[in-house]
């Protein structure tokens, strides 16, 4: 089965600056990535999507890559602010089943 | 557009008992999906359904578990003589269509 990896775990940025999640899946079937965000006790939310045959979306300051040859996409969030600090989720979907990775708690420091 | 529902949001059960979980999925989805939520740790997928039929239940425990999405009402995933180790969020989620998941609120699920 579909196996994600997410990296890193935890991560501190200062207000403003860019922060990078990353993701690598295993396999190549796979061909919808969605990026939730989940803050505490909170539902996960969809912030942002990518399917296969499109290498990079943006949406105002969050945007995603997708490297299908090297199996790995990519969360960039520009001039982060405090009410980004949440875990991110990516996920692989492969035939409606969704893969997720183990997330990444963001705390932005203002 | 009322969002997916779930209720309750929070149930406690003691060891045993049985746990009934109810997952009303958005106006116009006939996609729905179970996930269970531990502690710190990420989503894991259960069980995709669409009316009346299971698609996909590999993610869901052979023994003790089940889930239905019945012609009428909301969809339910069962959990039957309740251990400690089944405490833990279970979200369900909805799609209109392949992709787009919308996540529920989650029931925490505390088993004493």
């Known amino acids: 089965g579909e196996n994600v990896e997410q990296h890193p775990s935890t991560l501190s940025v200062q207000e403003g600056d860019s922060a990078v999640i990353k993701c690598t899946y295993s396999?190549?079937?796979?061909?919808?990535f969605p990026w939730y965000k989940q803050e505490l006790g909170k539902r996960p939310q969809l912030i942002i999507d990518?399917?296969?045959?499109?290498g990079e979306k943006k949406d105002q300051r969050i945007a995603v890559t997708l490297n299908k040859t090297a199996k790995h996409f990519s969360l960039h969030i520009t001039e982060t602010q405090p009410e980004d600090s949440a875990v991110y989720f990516c996920?692989?979907?492969?035939?409606?089943?969704?893969?997720f990775g183990t997330g990444t708690k963001l705390q932005v420091i203002p | 557009n009322a969002g997916v529902m779930q209720n309750p949001r929070h149930l406690v059960r003691r060891r045993g008992q049985e746990a009934r979980l109810r997952c009303s999925p958005m106006k116009g989805h006939s996609h729905v999906y179970w996930y269970r939520q531990l502690p710190e740790e990420g989503l894991k997928f259960m069980v995709y359904?669409?009316?009346?039929?299971?698609?996909?239940e590999s993610g869901m425990p052979k023994e003790r578990f089940s889930a239905e999405f019945p012609k009428e009402g909301p969809s339910i995933l069962r959990i039957q003589q309740v251990v400690r180790g089944d405490s833990a969020a279970y979200f369900c989620?909805?799609?209109?269509?392949?992709?787009?998941?919308?996540f529920g609120p989650g029931t925490r699920l505390t088993v004493t």
């Open positions: 359904l669409q009316k009346e039929n299971i698609i996909d």
């Open positions: 996920a692989a979907d492969y035939y409606q089943k969704v893969t």
């Open positions: 989620a909805s799609s209109p269509r392949l992709y787009e998941q919308y």
């Open positions: 990518i399917r296969s045959n499109v």
């Open positions: 396999d190549s079937a796979s061909n919808y």
